[in-house]
């Protein structure tokens, strides 16, 4: 088993993130880059090939592939596939070697004092399957999502990415943790009922679980309430609608479980940084 390793801090540089579909029959492009690049298969399979080693990544598994290196599909999908990638890159050294850590001490290779920050040695695997995929999902989302070209998107991408990292860590780690289960559980009844008229008694009674005891569950493994995570999770359904779509703000404010489009515009103004009319026309934009 192959592991990257770097030292932090400083943290890897986020570069820019997003999402792609390969439709059946079709494979990943030969290219040679200069920064990390992650993929990460939400469904299907992709085939990759780099520097000449071939690897099959499946539905909940990551690849990293190394800057330096040619990569390339070595074979079509059988299956649509959606992938999310993301670019980054570090300025400090590093290598890959075979061997990880058995946990967090193993990591730390130098305590904080009075004038220097605590060193830690990363190791994170090349390719693995995530034990704990949904909070890594929704950090990706997260990163593909967000968009504007202001500093607080900038340092929201760099949050996110560093979380990610630390997520990749643990998931090497192996580290169980029951926060981890119910929040999986949550997350896939939110998923489920999203178009619906929801709240938290609902998902309570569905997954067996206190709503006080899920709410901290959730906070802690995704940083955010099971509310703040619907609202997130329905207005990523509502970008990819109005970026593939026509249909009027209020029709889509109900395909996603709002029925106020007045309430879905303020929500989406106060999480998106811009009005859904305003995320629609920068959609358009690029793909002139």
């Known amino acids: 088993m192959t592991f990257l390793t770097f030292h932090t801090p400083p943290f890897p540089t986020f570069i820019k993130a997003g ?26 399979e992709l085939f990759m090939t780099e520097n000449g080693k071939p690897f099959k990544v499946e539905e909940g598994e990551y690849i990293l592939l190394l800057p330096g290196m040619e990569h390339y599909g070595h074979k079509e999908s059988s299956r649509k596939t959606e992938v999310y990638w993301l670019h980054f890159k570090t300025e400090g050294k590093w290598w890959t070697e075979e061997e990880g850590h058995d946990n967090w001490m193993d990591a730390k290779i130098r305590d904080a004092d009075f004038e220097q920050a605590a060193q830690f040695q990363f190791r994170i695997m090349q390719k693995a399957r995530l034990e704990h995929p949904l909070a890594a999902e929704n950090l990706l989302e997260n990163l593909a999502s967000i968009t504007g070209q202001s500093a607080d998107t900038d340092l929201r991408h760099q949050l996110y990415f560093q979380e990610l990292l630390v997520h990749l860590q643990r998931e090497a780690l192996n580290i169980p943790s029951a926060a981890e289960q119910v929040t999986e559980a949550a997350v896939s009844y939110l998923q489920e009922q999203y178009q619906s008229d929801i709240g938290m008694e609902d998902l309570a009674r569905s997954i067996l679980f206190h709503a006080d005891y899920i709410t901290r569950c959730m906070q802690k493994t995704l940083g955010m309430t099971p509310i703040q995570y619907l609202n997130q999770y329905r207005l990523s359904q509502a970008k990819r609608l109005l970026a593939a779509t026509d249909d009027k703000i209020s029709f889509i404010a109900k395909e996603t479980g709002i029925t106020d489009a007045t309430y879905f515009s303020k929500l989406f103004r106060k999480i998106e940084g811009m009005t859904p009319n305003e ?10």
Do not use: I
């Not at 995320?279 to 002139?288: D, T």
């Open 19 to 44: 999402q792609f579909v390969f439709k059946a029959g079709s494979r990943h492009f030969k290219r040679t880059f200069t920064v990390f690049d992650l993929l990460y298969v939400k469904k299907g």
């Open 279 to 288: 995320y629609r026309r920068v959609m358009s934009r690029q793909k002139e």
